[in-house]
Each structure stands twice: as C-alpha cells, then as structure tokens.
C-alpha cells in the first residue's frame, strides 16, 4: 500500500493515550502499512494510524471526523479506557533543507513511513511520561504527610495495607513504564533505518524523553523506599503490641493458677 502522504509538505501529527493497554492482535496483517510499529491508513484521503500495545495510537493527517470513528473503533480493544485521553499534537513541515526539531514543530526534506514511525514513537512514550508523571506526583503528595508525622511524632497512622498497596503502585507503573512502553529502549524502526538516528534524537531531546525517564525512575524508588519503611514502622508497632497482649495472657495465667492454689491451700 502506497503512502499517500508523501505529497503533502504540511501535516499535524496528533497523538492520544486511550487506556492502559491496546490489543493489536485483531489487525490484519494484509491490511497493514507495517506491523513494528503497527502502521494502517485509517481514511480516503491517505490519513494514518500508529498504534501502539500502551494504549496510544498516533495519527497523521487525519481529519476530526475520521478521527473520532477511528477511535470509536479501538474502544473493544482497550482495557481499561480513559474518560479523558491525554493528548499530544506536532506540526510536520516537509520540503525544507534541514531536518530537526524546534518550538513544537518537526522539520524533514521529505514524508516518509519511517520518518512518521519514529514522530509517532517519540510523540508515545512523551503521553506516556506526562500520564505517569501525574501520578507519581499525586503519590508523593501522599506519601510527604506520613513521612513528615513519622519525624515529628515516631509514628504512623496509615495502616501497612494502604502503605503496601502504595508500593504496589508505584511497582506497577515502573512495570508499565519498562516492560510495556519501554521508554528506554530504541525504536525498531532504528534498526532497519540507522540513518535517521539524528532525527529520533532530536525528538528525544525535544521532548526530554531520557531525563524525564530518569526523574520519573528516581522518584518511583523513593516513593517505594519510603512506603516500605513506613509499612515495616506499622508492623513493628503491631508486633509490639502482640508481645504485650501474649505478656498480658502469660500473667493471667500465672495471677489465675496462684489463685486457684491458694483456695487449695485455704480448704
């Protein structure tokens, strides 16, 4: 299948996170523009769709209404569906003399599929960041209280359930983060295409993928430490009042077998 893009010289890449996860294995291997990533031609007029297994697809050229009866089309295929998709847009201008990234827009000599695979992953893995970022940083605006009562007073009032289940959190977004979107990892269409290292890596700077990645990596450690900790402090605290419960039996015991003892001695 032919691009039919390749003759415009403006374009508007625009990319939606839908959910947690997309499943691709329905698409048709036949009726694909490629398979790494999952590229198809979504309208008459040469729009296209990259798509992506985190729950992003990223269109190009692709106009509004085409655009909602192509996502309306993806809704059985998510788990778990966003209310509000995070968006992400991108001017493409094409014909130029340089190649490269400035002030929110891509500049190329000419549109080719790859060029818009590489667009399409950088512009991804950025909607991934910023949906991660929120949360994370909803968690440490949890997480500050507890630490700030544990200095102040040596205790905590969250439970260890809560606390675990904060952990349990911030475990499954670094999951998502490496195992899904793998964000550190180079895109596949490198591979075949080498030569446009220069351009992805412009995209990455533009979009401070490896920075982000890393501030996001070290804030997830330290939410996780400190929930950890927080926990271990409530299981202490528990296990000390079981030692005194245990203590207080033991002495029950004993004050119960004295008393019967000496109502033996008495009769």
Request: aromatic share 6%.
């Amino acid at each position: 299948m032919q691009l039919k893009l390749k003759d415009r010289q403006e374009m508007k890449a625009r990319a939606l996170l839908l959910g947690d996860r997309l499943d691709l294995k329905l698409f048709k291997i036949a009726d694909c523009l490629a398979t790494t990533p999952l590229t198809l031609q979504v309208d008459a007029n040469g729009g296209i769709a990259v798509l992506f297994r985190y729950g992003v697809v990223v269109l190009f050229g692709v106009q509004t209404m085409d655009e909602v009866q192509f996502v309306e089309s993806l809704t059985p295929l998510l788990t778990n569906a966003y209310a509000i998709p995070e968006t992400e847009e991108l001017e493409i201008h094409s014909g130029r003399n340089s190649v490269g990234v400035q002030s929110g827009a891509v500049t190329l000599d000419e549109v080719s599929l790859e060029k818009l695979q590489l667009i399409a992953d950088a512009l991804s893995k950025n909607l991934v960041l910023s949906l991660y970022e929120k949360k994370v940083a909803g968690e440490f605006d949890k997480i500050e209280p507890l630490a700030q009562e544990l200095a102040t007073h040596g205790k905590v009032s969250a439970d260890s359930k809560k606390l675990l289940q904060k952990i349990g959190s911030m475990l499954l977004i670094e999951h998502r983060m490496v195992g899904r979107a793998e964000i550190g990892d180079r895109p596949e269409t490198l591979w075949d295409f080498p030569h446009l290292e220069g351009l992805y890596a412009s995209l990455e700077d533009e979009f401070e993928l490896k920075e982000r990645q890393s501030a996001l990596d070290r804030k997830l450690g330290l939410i996780a430490d400190t929930a950890q900790t927080l926990a271990d402090v409530w299981d202490n605290k528990k296990l000390h009042r079981l030692e005194w419960y245990v203590i207080g039996l033991i002495l029950f015991e004993i004050v119960l077998s004295l008393v019967e003892r000496g109502e033996k001695f008495f009769h």
